[in-house]
């Protein structure tokens, strides 16, 4: 079926999902195009499908394991994910993530929206767009769009159906909803999974980082939305957590999954259209580049002017 669609899409496409473990395509939205894109930091991990609401809008969705879930959490193209999508005229992003429970209040089966990250990853991931010759840092305080997290926490709450199944965030919980990204692929110990309790963890996952940081670094408003599968190991009352838990309470739970991303989608469009969502970070990084443009590598500043069309000059920069 896919491959009878179009491999190319002319139009600038504002709103992206990925999708996570268990979320590999979504079915409420028609397809209209499938894209195969090559950016200078190599293929994303799935090809991106185009979607068209009703009147026209369209919606990017990327598989962030791969349609088949062949990447393992610390093998994930993160580059060349945010890259292609910045690529296609993104502004937004929406990030859909299973998550494991640090709190007894978030039960399996809930949806928690994080606005603050732990990294607990260990430098094994390729976590930003910069290099040697090319030196910049983007501000990381904020790991979240907070107007992005205030939308998707007024919005979502209704659609979620089914006993006790909740909306967690910095909204309903008045504190800052803190989610531990780790390496994996294996779980945590019990030990861990208490030492996170004890610095304010809520929720625990492999996949936020470096998705979040090289979001921000490509000028991209970014939110995760995590669906609680476990209660990772720290709670001695339940089994430590397993694949099949996840899976399980995923299965059960992405009839939400699909409610939230259409509603998501229905409130997202005139935000992105009028401009109140997706241009607080437009032109950020082009002040938060370090090297001198005689420093920079022309290479390299070739390489960047695939996210940043046009911002620093070429001449002056050096060839090595
Ligand atoms: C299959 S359990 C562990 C796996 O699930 C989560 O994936 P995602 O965030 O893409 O939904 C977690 O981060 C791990 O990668
Ligand atoms: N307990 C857990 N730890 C890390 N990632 C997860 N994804 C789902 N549950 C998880």
Redesign the pocket.
Known sequence: MSQQLPHEFNEPVTLAIIGGTGLYKLDSLTPVAHLTVSTPWGFPSSPITISRTDDGFPIAFLARHGQHHQYLPSDVPSQANIAALKKLGVKAIVAFS???SLQQHIKPRDFVIPNQVIDRTKGIRKSTFFEKGFVAHVGFGEPFDLKLNKLIADSCADVLEGENVKLHSRHTLKDDVTLIC?E?PA??TRAESRLYRSWGGSV???SCLPEAKLAKEAEISYQMICMS??Y?AWNETEEP?TVET?VGNLKANSANAHRVAVKLIEVLEPKLKSGEIGEDLKHSMKFSVSTADSGKDRALLEKMHYLFPGYWPLENSTTR
């Open positions: 299973a998550v494991g780790m994996g779980f945590s625990i996952n492999m599968t476990d990772d957590v996840v």
